[in-house]
């Protein structure tokens, strides 16, 4: 079942990935992502963050640490 949201479009999800996860462990932050470079100056634009929200709703949340940002 294909899903539209703001974001993007997500496609079918059927497991979470290595790529998938580290978005997720990101909080689906682009910022100082590896592929925030790859998109930068083209007309199209990640996904990924839509596919985490579609992979969360269905598959439910991953068994991963998230990262923890410490504020001084």
Do not use: I
Not at 52 to 72: A, F, T
Request: with cysteine; net charge positive.
């Amino acid at each position: 079942m294909l899903r539209s949201r703001d974001m993007g479009r997500a496609v079918a999800v059927r497991r979470w990935t290595n790529t998938a996860l580290e978005c997720y462990k990101r909080g689906c932050v682009c910022d100082g992502c590896f592929y925030a470079d790859f998109f930068n100056g083209s007309s199209q634009k990640c996904q990924m963050k839509a596919s985490v929200l579609e992979l969360v709703r269905v598959l439910g949340k991953p068994d991963v640490e998230l990262q923890q940002l410490l504020s001084e």
